[in-house]
């Protein structure tokens, strides 16, 4: 099928989607809680099915995890939503300038909301922006990533189960079907995934004028300073970096360690991973990497570190290969004494690996990450509150975490999403609800229209009193 030929076939559906949508009205709070009921029910009655999924797109996927980030949290976004729908659909009332004139920003629906959601997390990262989406009114087109086949099949068997076509449509295809999806006209669009395809998503979109959200991930740091709890800052690292094997885009992607740490971390290391992971490839709770593709990039990043010097720490265990190309399953490796001429320091990581760059003042570290791209989340260990305050005014991130990693994400009132290369926009609770509506202004003139008065003419009295005003 030609590319034209799918992107009028896609606008085909969309353009039918959107009569339906003006057709049918505003939706109601009982309709927008009976979608997010339907997708709670979807989650909830095919879990099994979804988990088994999962796992033979990865080839190996701790099943642990799947449940808890795939499935409970997006139970979590999606029952957090219907709790709280009839509080955010209220107006929000503004202080008129006359008092017998009402003004209030009312909280209208977009309309047809386009969602590309990438491998890593399925689910997650296809139901948590539609949670926002039908709490705010709105219908979707999902295009869910060709590299998770299974579980991207199954979705959409399970979507036209549970949801009308002018609801909620799943479209499957490759790259090409991609590259389409993100140039038709929706109300809004929202990608995650690489900060280059993120490049490509924005500009098709602008094509049509459609509003993005963007959630490109990138290189988060770990900044552990001097006097920081080093088993702490080693343990609540590891435990993010191992979880799906490090695929995921607020993964710890570099740490910045003081010189005189580096024997400490290394053995605290081994010691956290002997304890937490004593096998990799025969562990049922150790995920593989999703493809061959991404399996040999991370192979190749770690024998470039190791050919430019870094000192290389396979943390798995001895009798067992550093990684397995059969399995796909990467041990997780320290890689101490990273440079920026290595590539492993030049690309989002996305796998077990965890460079390790040396600083001999933290001052010099928070300048090497304001040197950098923004990332959409920074993290940073010290008990030291000036200090944990300083670093917050000094860093920007899409959100920062200190004395632990990742823990905001989890966390329904706070909103996700990037800053500058690292995204733009942002959901999550109250604020996936305010990304996807329109805040309308709506203002109820007053009996008199004071206001409207001022700019009708003859202008010379009122001109006077300008002038008082100026001259005052």
Not at 190 to 211: D, I, Q, W, Y
Not at 404 to 418: A, R
Not at 437 to 460: C, D, F
Request: proline share 5%.
């Amino acid at each position: 099928m030609s590319k034209d030929t799918i992107k009028s076939e896609l606008e085909t559906v969309l353009n039918s989607m959107k009569r339906q949508q003006l057709n049918a009205g505003p939706a109601s709070a009982q309709l927008r809680k009976d979608r997010l009921q339907r997708s709670l029910k979807l989650i909830r009655d095919n879990h099994k099915a979804l988990v088994n999924a999962m796992n033979e797109d990865f080839g190996h996927r701790s099943a642990y995890q799947t449940t808890i980030a795939d499935l409970a949290t997006s139970c979590g976004l999606l029952q957090h939503a219907i709790d709280n729908l009839d509080s955010w659909m209220q107006a929000e009332q503004t202080t008129a300038p006359d008092p017998e004139m009402r003004t209030e920003i009312q909280f209208q629906p977009l309309g047809v909301i386009g969602v590309i959601s990438p491998w890593n997390f399925p689910i997650n990262l296809a139901f948590g922006p539609l949670a926002g989406i039908f709490a705010a009114g709105n219908t979707a087109m999902l295009k869910p990533s060709e590299l998770t086949p299974k579980t991207s099949e199954l979705l959409a068997e399970l979507v036209g189960r549970y949801f009308s076509y002018d609801e909620l449509t799943v479209v499957l295809g490759d790259a090409d079907v991609g590259q389409a999806f993100s140039g038709l006209p929706f109300d809004h669009l929202v990608f995650t995934g690489s900060t280059a395809v993120g490049k490509h998503v924005m500009r098709a979109a602008a094509e049509n004028l459609v509003p993005v959200t963007l959630e490109l991930g990138g290189k988060s740091p770990v900044m552990v300073a001097k006097q920081a709890d080093l088993t702490k800052a080693v343990e609540r690292t590891l435990t993010i970096k191992t979880f799906n094997s490090g695929q995921i885009c607020l993964s710890p992607d570099y740490v910045l360690l003081h010189e005189d740490q580096r024997q400490a971390f290394k053995d605290l290391s081994i010691d956290f991973m002997a304890r937490t992971f004593p096998t990799i490839q025969k562990n049922p709770d150790y995920t593989a990497i999703i493809n061959e593709r991404h399996y040999q990039r991370l192979v190749n990043l770690l024998e470039d570190a190791r050919q430019k010097g870094a000192e290389v720490v396979n943390l798995g265990a001895e009798n067992e290969p550093a990684y397995e190309a059969n399995s796909r399953k990467i041990a997780p490796h320290l890689v101490l004494g990273a440079t920026d001429d290595m590539a492993i320091m030049q690309e989002e990581i996305f796998g077990p690996l965890l460079p390790i760059r040396l600083y001999q003042e933290e001052s010099d570290a928070v300048h090497y990450i304001n040197a950098h791209p923004r990332p959409l989340a920074a993290y940073y260990f010290n008990e030291d509150t000036a200090a944990q305050e300083r670093f917050a005014q000094q860093t920007t991130s899409g959100a920062l975490v200190i004395n632990d990693v990742m823990t905001h994400v989890s966390i329904d009132e706070l909103p996700f999403g990037g800053v500058g290369p690292s995204g733009m926009g942002a959901y999550h609770g109250i604020h996936g609800f305010r990304q996807f509506s329109h805040a309308k202004p709506v203002v109820t003139q007053s009996e008199q229209g004071t206001s409207n008065l001022r700019l009708r003419a003859p202008y010379a009295d009122k001109m006077a009193d300008l002038e008082a005003f100026f001259n005052s």
